[in-house]
C-alpha cells in the first residue's frame, strides 16, 4: 500500500503562482509513475501531469503546457507541482495519484486532494 498527502493549495489572484507537493509514503518501491489530476465542480476528474517515478519522463495537458511543471524527489519520496501563470480556470480539488509498478496505465493510489482556487 502507498499514502499520498496534497499540500500547498490555497487562493492565489490570477497570474500568482502555487506549488503543490505530494508526500507518498509505504510500499514507494511498488510505484512507476505519479500524477496530478484535478476535480472542478461539475466537473470531470482530469489529468494535469505525470512524471514517471524512476526515469523521470513527463507528461502535460495541453491546457497547463508551458504553464506547470510536475517533478519528483525520489530520496524524499515527495512529487510536485509548480503551477505559474494561474488562471481562474485552474480552480479546482488538485489530486496526487500513484501507479502501481505492474501496471501499465490508470492509478492505483490517491490522496485526499488540496483546494486551488484562482481569483480574477
Known amino acids: 500500500q502507498v499514502q499520498l498527502v496534497e499540500s500547498g493549495g490555497g487562493l492565489v489572484q490570477a497570474g500568482e503562482s502555487l506549488r503543490l507537493s505530494c508526500a507518498a509514503s509505504?510500499?514507494?518501491?511498488?510505484?512507476?509513475?505519479i500524477a496530478w489530476h484535478r476535480q472542478a465542480p461539475g466537473k470531470e476528474r482530469d489529468l494535469v501531469a505525470q512524471?514517471?517515478?524512476?526515469?523521470?519522463?513527463?507528461y502535460y495537458a495541453d491546457s497547463v503546457k508551458g504553464r506547470f511543471t510536475i517533478s519528483r524527489d525520489n530520496a524524499k519520496n515527495a512529487a510536485y507541482l509548480q503551477m505559474n501563470s494561474l488562471r481562474p480556470d485552474d480552480t479546482a480539488v488538485y489530486y496526487c495519484?500513484?501507479?502501481?509498478?505492474?501496471?501499465?496505465?490508470?492509478?492505483?493510489?490517491w490522496g485526499q486532494g488540496t483546494q486551488v482556487t484562482v481569483s480574477s
Open positions: 509505504g510500499s514507494t518501491f511498488n510505484i512507476n509513475a
Open positions: 495519484a500513484a501507479r502501481r509498478a505492474d501496471r501499465s496505465y490508470g492509478y492505483d493510489y
Open positions: 512524471i514517471t517515478w524512476h526515469a523521470g519522463r513527463t
